[in-house]
């Protein structure tokens, strides 16, 4: 371990002598911390906290009592391969939520960016690709080799079928069972599925969209999901958008590069 203050660590955390520990960590009563766990400067694990490794984790995470991290994938075709978890800084994880570690045919790694909030009981599956400054709601689940942009928030109970892409800036309603992709700046609600219904707008003013941006965001969901337009037909009206306007150019660029059907 690498030089830290004793005195931030309870007498009875379980330590391998393969950690690596960061400076002013903090670590609870009875947590457990395993082999090739790397846990960056002023971070803090809470009591009964299980994080194994290989995990490499940032500077100023915040990790809640009876979080479980860097466990195996759960995923009938791992075979004890070597694959990884890595958590980035400023995180704050709260009670029993679970982050799998990759799997080999996945790519071996599991990555969560910075400062995200991720609530009490989610869950993100191996191989899952997770940006900057997201809130997971409480219950909200990752299927395995999901990726969520930077700036979505996933309401309680929401759930993300496996291989799905959810871009920056959506919003995922309460209840929520997403089975396709969802584009930029979208907000989603529950019927039998997750289906379309406006765009984020309250929250990209939040984050200083100004009235411009968010009527091209407009003009491109009216363009997708309001006429009768197919979808390679839709998608050339929203090239026309995307002339002047970058936010429909990522927007654009986020379905040419999608492999599963598109939420519409």
């Not at 203050?5 to 007498?11: E, Y």
């Not at 194994?52 to 100023?60: A, F, L, N, S, W």
């Not at 690709?129 to 309401?155: Q, R, W």
Request: charged content about 25%; proline content about 3%; overall charge negative.
């Amino acid at each position: 371990m690498s030089s830290h203050d004793a005195s931030a660590i309870h007498p009875t955390a379980v330590i391998d002598p393969r950690a690596r520990i960061g400076a002013g960590v903090q670590i609870g009563a009875y947590a457990v911390i395993g082999a090739e766990v790397e846990v960056g400067d002023n971070t803090r694990i809470g009591p009964h906290c299980l994080i194994e490794g290989p995990t490499r984790i940032g500077r100023d995470n915040v990790f809640h009592g009876h979080a479980a991290i860097g466990g195996d994938p759960q995923d009938k075709k791992y075979r004890g391969e070597r694959v990884a978890l890595e958590i980035g800084d400023g995180n704050s994880i709260r009670e029993f939520v679970t982050i799998n570690r990759g799997t080999g045919e996945g790519g071996g790694l599991t990555r969560i960016g910075n400062r995200n909030w991720i609530l009490a009981y989610s869950h993100i599956a191996h191989d899952c690709i997770v940006g900057d400054d997201c809130v997971f709601s409480n219950n909200a689940t990752l299927a395995g080799h999901v990726t969520v942009g930077s700036h979505v928030i996933l309401s309680g109970f929401s759930g993300v079928h496996q291989f799905c892409r959810v871009g920056d800036h959506a919003f995922i309603g309460m209840g929520a069972f997403v089975n396709g992709d969802v584009p930029p700046f979208l907000m989603i609600a529950q019927e039998k599925y997750a289906r379309p219904r406006g765009i984020n707008a309250e929250g990209l003013k939040r984050r200083g969209f100004d009235a411009g941006r968010v009527a091209a965001i407009k003009r491109a969901y009216r363009a997708l999901y309001m006429g009768e337009a197919k979808l390679d037909e839709a998608k050339l009206e929203l090239a026309e958008i995307a002339a002047g306007s970058e936010d429909v150019r990522a927007f654009l660029d986020f379905i040419d590069a999608g492999e599963r059907p598109l939420l519409r």
